[in-house]
């Protein structure tokens, strides 16, 4: 029963946080602000620019900035989270795509940092096999790459071959 009612709290709160965070995203809810930072600036003569009168606005903005941290991040944690799922999804279902990239998210500084240098490494084969177009996958990188260069050598051996034969003839 507990968790049933913590899964509908949880429901509530989070389909709440995002209709906040779309709202204070919105073009009317930046007018509003202003519009109360204005009633704040002109009101300051009325209470004679007072130490109170500055107090509201501080309060006021330190109060709306701590709640709307929790609601933003909430937010953020379920955007990120399907927007891995889904990364995942392609990384799945792609046969020549390395699983191993799946949950990346979970890894640690250093071995992130390791993948980063594989894939300097792998934009460096692609520099010298033709560009941007050449692409690789974690686990094939180096298979790929060997079987496009035997082949780049192989076509190569028949050109001049060819050559060799039409000079011969010629």
Request: one cysteine or more; charged letters at 25%.
């Amino acid at each position: 029963m507990e968790s049933s009612k913590n899964r509908r709290m949880m429901h509530l709160f989070d389909r709440f946080a995002g209709a906040a965070t779309r709202q204070a995203g919105s073009p009317a809810a930046f007018a509003l602000a202003v519009a109360v930072v204005l009633i704040w600036a002109i009101s300051g003569p009325l209470f004679g620019f007072s130490e109170t009168w500055q107090l509201v606005i501080n309060t006021g903005t330190t109060i709306i900035t701590f709640l709307m941290v929790f609601l933003i991040q909430q937010s953020q944690n379920k955007d990120s989270t399907a927007v891995h799922l889904k990364l995942n999804e392609l990384l799945a279902s792609h046969k020549e795509a390395s699983n191993h990239l799946i949950s990346i998210e979970d890894l640690d500084e250093e071995e992130l940092r390791q993948l980063v240098r594989f894939y300097r490494h792998l934009a460096e084969l692609a520099d010298q096999e033709g560009g941007v177009k050449c692409s690789h996958s974690l686990d094939e990188a180096q298979e790929i790459h060997e079987d496009k260069s035997r082949a780049l050598h192989e076509r190569l051996r028949r050109t001049r071959t060819q050559r060799g034969h039409e000079t011969a003839q010629g």
